[in-house]
């Protein structure tokens, strides 16, 4: 096992243990759907810590990302694996919570900016640039639905927030089904490049039922009684995705270091993404029985 990998799996799940023990008084108070949404900060800081290890860990095989007019690459490789891990502890401790997210949001929309979209005129018929160009923006949609949830009640700014934000991941997640309906034999969840391994079976099969799951969760997005139960019941099925699905990856790749690097990516990525999920349940008030 690599320092790299080996990194990344210690930083992600004590991550996910801390956060899960310390998200027990929420957990408890919540109810019905509300409960899965109050995991979702614990199972981003889970991801952001995983990232964090790999900047760390993998400084100078991330430093080329790094855009080239930024001077010394290798530091804004390790000060951006430095802020991921901060926003993860404020995750995981819940304390000042609303300012990391809203920064968390900020950084993955300075990669869109300064990395994507400069790309934009070489790769415009691109499905996947489009994926994860998106992907970074559903990422900042999610912490800033969180970010906007955590501001005094009744608060112009933070219902805001939280309403335009929510409507834009919703969008996203109807680009994303499509996806799933035009290029079924890519992996799901974020459909990348990557082929569905051969050996796992009906992969156009599991592309469809991904891709109705993330239109039934993006149409109940947009409706004020159905919000935390589209947010906890998609994000269930991502959770879900990644467990029978990544996870077996992971561990059939995992004799070959670049691979199990690779396999490690696409379990976070989805855990992040399906966290992003249960943020947008956030800041949405119960309905009542």
């Known amino acids: 096992m690599t320092l790299e990998v080996g990194g990344m799996i210690a930083a992600g799940v004590a991550a996910l243990v801390a956060g899960l023990i310390l998200a027990r008084p929420r957990f408890r108070t919540a109810g019905g759907a509300g409960k899965l949404i109050t995991l979702g900060p614990a199972f981003e800081a889970s991801a952001l810590a995983a990232f964090s290890a790999e900047h760390f860990t993998a400084a100078r095989d991330l430093a080329p990302i790094v855009p080239h007019w930024l001077p010394a690459p290798l ?81 112009a700014a933070g219902q805001a927030l939280v309403r335009i934000f929510r409507t834009l991941l919703a969008a996203i997640l109807v680009f994303y089904a499509i996806e799933h309906f035009l290029f079924p034999h890519f992996v799901i969840g974020v459909p990348l490049e990557k082929p ?34 589209a947010s906890a019941g998609l994000g269930l099925v991502l959770l879900l995705v990644i467990v029978l699905f990544y996870v077996p990856i992971l561990v059939h790749d995992s004799h070959s270091p670049g691979l199990a690097v690779e396999g490690l990516n696409y379990v976070f990525d989805t855990l992040l993404f399906a966290s992003t999920v249960l943020l947008a349940g956030f800041g949405a008030e119960p309905t009542p029985a």
């Open 75 to 155: 530091f804004w490789t390790y000060f951006f694996g430095t802020c991921l891990l901060a926003a993860a502890l404020s995750f995981i401790v819940w304390r000042c919570v609303r300012s990391a997210a809203a920064l968390l949001a900020l950084f993955f929309l300075l990669v869109v900016v300064t990395i994507d979209l400069p790309s934009l005129p070489r790769h415009l018929h691109d499905h996947i640039f489009w994926t994860l160009t998106v992907r970074e923006t559903a990422f900042a949609s999610g912490a800033l639905v969180l970010s906007g949830s955590l501001w005094p009640r009744g608060h």
């Open 196 to 229: 569905t391994p051969a050996w796992i079976p009906a992969p156009t099969l599991w592309a469809c039922l991904v891709g109705i799951a993330l239109l039934l969760g993006a149409i109940g997005l947009l409706f004020r009684p159905t919000i935390r139960i």
